[in-house]
Every structure is written in structure tokens, then in C-alpha cells.
Nanobody, 131 residues
């Protein structure tokens, strides 16, 4: 059973920084090879739908970002390829949301951006940015 666990988050003033971390357990066996997961971050602001933030492919080579966070957020993968981090700089009040980590156990080395592309999700962690 795949499991995704986030850590980090908290409260910060506008202009500040926070980091989130996420670990995904489990691998898939496809074509004679075990594959770790590509992973992504989504967020759900109060009263709004869940939205894509950033993603990284299973090799760590490919990344994708939402336009709203480009240049401020950075997603990276640890050497074990089971843990990713999201560094958030120059935070704004509109970044306030519950942040979710998700894992894509598919075959291809791509940075997925759709909610339906991910098979396992974490419980979420709160990020609050005050003005």
C-alpha cells in the first residue's frame, strides 16, 4: 500500500520563506524494472478547489510549476528518490492553503500536473501567510 506523508508548513509573514517535505513509500514493477514515484504538490485555499503547484518526475530531471509560483517556489528530489521538498520564498497571503503531496506511480518519467494523474495522496499540511 503506497503511503505519502508530508511535513513542514506553518505560519509566516508575507515575504518570508517556508519549506515542505514529502516522502512516498512503495514502488511499481513495470517492464521488469522497479519504478519509484514521480511526485507533486497541490494546494487548496480556503473555500476554493484544489490546484496544482509544482511537480517533479521520478528521475528528478523534469519539473513543472504553476504560473502563480514560478520564480518563488522550487521543487527538488533527494538522492533516495522517495523524498521531495518544496522551498517557498517570497510568500504572499494568497499562498495560504492546505498543501498536499501526491505520488504518481506510472511508467513514464514526466512531471504530471493533473489531479487525476496521481494515485496516492498525503493528508495535507497548513501554510498560512499573514500580511
Amino acid at each position: 500500500q503506497a503511503q505519502v506523508v508530508e511535513s513542514g508548513g506553518g505560519q509566516v509573514q508575507a515575504g518570508g520563506s517556508l519549506s515542505l517535505s514529502c516522502t512516498a513509500s512503495g514502488r511499481t514493477f513495470i517492464g521488469g524494472t522497479f519504478h519509484n514515484a514521480g511526485m507533486g504538490w497541490f494546494r487548496q485555499p480556503p473555500g476554493k478547489h484544489r490546484e496544482f503547484v509544482a511537480a517533479i518526475s521520478k528521475s528528478g530531471e523534469f519539473r513543472a510549476y504553476a504560473d502563480s509560483v514560478k520564480g518563488r517556489f522550487t521543487v527538488s528530489m533527494e538522492n533516495d528518490r522517495n523524498t521531495i521538498s518544496l522551498r517557498m520564498d517570497n510568500l504572499k497571503p494568497e499562498d495560504t492553503a492546505v498543501y498536499f503531496c501526491a505520488a504518481d506511480y506510472g511508467e513514464y518519467d514526466v512531471a504530471r500536473t493533473g489531479i487525476g494523474d496521481f494515485q496516492a495522496w498525503g493528508q495535507g499540511t497548513q501554510v498560512t501567510v499573514s500580511s
